[in-house]
């Protein structure tokens, strides 16, 4: 490990003899690696182990002994994190130190600032504009144009080639091996895909743009291409200390590299356990390969958990201890012992939100607020039982993952269908879909929705569509799409009665064929399965409506923010910490999905995520499953619970209780779904 701070670091003479008091304020792995020396330091902060107080600290503590304010650099992922951390930083070093002149935010921040002062090496106007998001989307949108391509409906809007192209920036890889990769519906149009990329890249240059991706993009070129430069940053910044390193992406890890030059005075923070965030290009490599990076580091485990009982932190040791990759280290609970973690099977998906709002509904009766619990799941499609569930019981609850899923555009889109089909007088849902039809504006759709009601209601909806007076309001440009239209409104309109479910099916089939980027699909297979339980078309968008309702008299009653139950998926739980938690869709499939069980560094990532999602409760935690799926018309299929679940010890080292699984067909009483919780809370 890193001796101690050398003695050229001792405090200036004249300096006020003010000291942090390090005994008092840290453990002694904390202080351990506050005290670290000079050179590569990685230190790793399992969860709830007070990383930010160690790395506040270590800045402190180097302010303390003489580095000064400006040759210091903190990077973190969010504002919000940097404004913390130097406020702390703030109170702590304020005594012997000016802290205005460190520079300290996110990589992009840092980025800016820097670029600001030697953009001109680069070919740039030192006033060069930044393009939020929106601006950027505009400028691919005109790049489409430019190419009359805008209108071609295989080809991807420009929110995707926007994500595309960040993706590859921040890989650093080229678009051609992202799309391959990742992206392989563009494929078919990959040769335009590429050109409208490079037309993208043109157009900012020549106008003096850059966009988020290229503020690093554009730094890392100054530090490589420009070697005076580069001394004399990496001779400024005497210490670079980087939050959440284990988030980092590859670009964002060779900035870091160059930065800190020949010196290598680097300390990192993060958990290799909590590397989560390979879709957005997190580079796990980043934070374990760091000892091979950087031979000789010095490595501080931070073990010791301010957060969970031992309970909970027994079964997220015995969780994370399947990964192979990964740092050792067993987290030690510093609060009181609490209940047991429950495994709890349930009939099916129906069952499993029932349980879930029938407990949250017990714990609020015994005095737990709304804001103390949080439901995790992989996806925030698993949600959409519990939504309706939760709602029909009046608990008001926040989706932190997205909007709620019934309010989402695209499921909106597939409900009014539906709607129309099934009454010919939703106004509402009509315009809704025409205003979707290429060449329909919103005049035409005025136009149409007249001549529709001035028709007989006994009139059959496809014959109302075929009327003359009506088709005399389509455009011409519009003919095509909405002969399709017909058709489809003629299916969903036929005779005889049919499921919701499938007439979602006709729908679901109709759009498929609507671009290589539709990634709305599964969001639609999801509402369509769940349509099935339902007997008519009546019933299923009244259940709909129920929700809607709710949410919009919570909205007009303005009910306090923080008394609601959190729905989030286990992503956006990170950071996070509720008294009680419940994990659902603890199936293989779902959770892991089942794509990433084909690949051993998929499914570690996958274990990673669900030991972020147990460790996100203080006390207890609940770990739900369904046994079975819905009825069928080949009758139920038997689920296999997540193999994580499988991979718990049992015996006498067990670390969580488990019930037996109910019966597929046998009667369902939501007591016998769980423990008591005056035994387990």
Known sequence: ????????????????????????????????????????????????????????????????????????????????????????????????????????????????????????????????????????????????????????????????????????????????????????????????????????????????????????????????????????????????????????????????????????????????????????????????DFPQRYPGCGIYPLTRNYRSTPQVLRLANAVIARNTRQFPKELVSDAAPGPVPQVVPTRDVKAQAAFIAERVLELRARGHRLESMAVLYRAHLHSLELQLELTRHGVPFRVRSGVRFFEQ??????????????????????????????????????????????????????DALAHPDVQGHVPRKAQAGFQRFQALMTTLSGQGVRSPGALLADVLAAREPSGPEDSHAEDLRQLQEFAGRFEDVPRFLSAIALVAEFSARAALDGEAPDDVLTLTTVHQAKGLEWRTVFVLGLTDGRFPLSLATRDPENEEEERRLFYVAVTRAREALWLVYPHTSLPREDGRLLLTPSRFLSELPVGPDAVCDALPPPEPDGPIRLRDLGPDPDRDL
Not at 11 to 26: K, Q
Not at 132 to 153: H, N, Q
Not at 450 to 458: K, Q
């Open 1 to 288: 490990m890193a001796a101690p701070l050398p003695l050229n670091h001792a405090v200036p003479s004249g300096a006020p003899a003010r000291r942090l008091d390090l005994d008092g304020a840290l453990n002694d792995e904390q202080r351990a690696a506050v005290e670290a020396g000079e050179g590569p330091v990685l230190v790793i902060a399992g969860a709830g182990s007070g990383k930010t107080r160690t790395l506040t600290y270590r800045v402190a503590r180097m302010l303390e002994r003489g580095v000064p304010p400006s040759s210091l650099l903190l990077l973190t992922f969010t504002n919000k994190a940097a404004r913390e951390m130097i406020r702390r930083v703030e109170e702590l070093a304020g005594g012997f130190a000016d802290v205005g002149s460190l520079l300290g935010g996110t990589f992009h921040h840092a980025a800016h600032v820097l670029l600001r002062q030697h953009a001109g090496a680069l070919g740039f106007s030192t006033g060069f504009t930044v393009l939020d998001r929106e601006d950027a989307r505009d400028l691919m949108a005109t790049c489409l144009a430019e190419r009359k391509l805008r209108s071609d409906k295989r080809f991807p809007r420009p929110d995707a080639l926007l994500d595309l192209v960040s993706l590859a920036t921040n890989l650093q890889q080229p678009v051609s091996q992202v799309l391959v990769d990742r992206r392989r519906e563009m494929l078919p149009v990959a040769p335009e895909v590429f050109a409208t990329a490079r037309r993208f890249q043109q157009r900012k240059a020549q106008l003096h743009l850059m966009d988020y991706d290229d503020l690093l993009a554009h730094l890392k070129r100054l530090l490589e291409d420009h070697p005076s430069v580069r001394a004399e940053l990496t001779g400024r910044f005497q210490g670079v200390l980087v939050d959440e390193f284990q988030d980092t992406n590859r670009l964002q890890g060779d900035l870091v590299d160059l930065l800190v030059g020949e010196r290598k005075n680097l300390t990192v923070v993060g958990d290799d356990c909590q590397s989560i965030y390979s879709f957005r290009g997190a580079a796990f490599t980043n934070i374990i």
């Open 409 to 462: 555009a695209h499921v909106k889109d597939a409900l009014a269908h539906l709607r129309w089909a099934h009454n010919r007088n939703d106004e509402l849902a009509f315009k809704r879909l025409a205003r979707k039809l290429p060449g329909v504006g919103t005049a035409s759709t005025e136009h149409l929705w007249t001549a529709l009601a001035a028709l007989p209601l006994e009139l059959s909806l496809p």
